[in-house]
Nanobody, 113 residues
């Protein structure tokens, strides 16, 4: 059974950092490109970052470039999103997504003073 379980969300002050994790099971993790999406209140879901199966290539939403880093550990079957210099506009529910079409349940990130 395919499962994606996110963790690491929470409340952080502007300028702070969080690291999200997405633990995967039930499929050949190293063969799947993985992504992080987010959905802010009242806005459409948007792609934040994507990483290829071997971790050799990444891509980012323009507004997070230089602040967020996506990475993966294919032994631990986990994908990460390191978020630095967080801004209030980064507040959203963050979702892990496997390229074959499976979503995690989401984790809330709130950036507020």
């Amino acid at each position: 059974q395919v499962q994606l379980v996110e963790s690491g969300g929470g409340l952080v002050q502007p300028g702070g950092s969080l690291r999200l994790s997405c633990a995967a099971s039930g499929f050949t993790f190293s063969r799947a490109a993985m992504s992080w999406y987010r959905r802010a209140p009242g806005k459409e879901r948007e792609l934040v970052a994507v990483i290829t199966g071997d971790g050799g290539s990444t891509n980012y939403l323009d507004s997070v470039k230089g602040r967020f880093t996506i990475s993966r550990d294919n032994v631990k079957k986990t994908v990460y999103l390191q978020m630095n210099s967080l801004k209030p506009e980064d507040t959203a529910v963050y979702f892990c997504f496997a390229a074959f079409g499976r979503w995690g349940q989401g984790t809330q990130v709130t950036v507020s003073s």
